[in-house]
């Protein structure tokens, strides 16, 4: 029963959140669809990507200080891991 208490309240969050997004992009944007297209002009633009690598990598954590890790001996870290 709290298992199930629990998932509502997530599922709660998730679509308040989603709702809020949504509701911002109108806003701000003209529609999620600009929204979603600016934002990806800005990170040099995006698409369907095959990034197995990179989420096995996350599994370990701190995928961007430390993936040097399976390359190369260890160093320390830069001061923007800290």
Not at 2 to 12: S, Y
Not at 59 to 71: D, E, N, Q
Request: charged share 20%.
């Amino acid at each position: 029963m709290a298992a199930l208490a629990v998932a509502g309240r997530a599922r709660g969050r998730l679509v308040a959140g989603a709702a809020e997004w949504v509701v911002e992009a109108y806003l701000s944007h003209d529609g999620p669809a600009q929204r979603l297209a600016e934002g990806s002009s800005i990170q040099g633009g995006l698409g369907w990507n095959l990034a197995v690598d990179d989420q096995l990598r996350s599994l370990v954590g701190r995928t961007l200080c430390y993936w040097y890790r399976w390359a190369a001996p260890p160093r320390p870290p830069s001061r923007t891991c800290s």
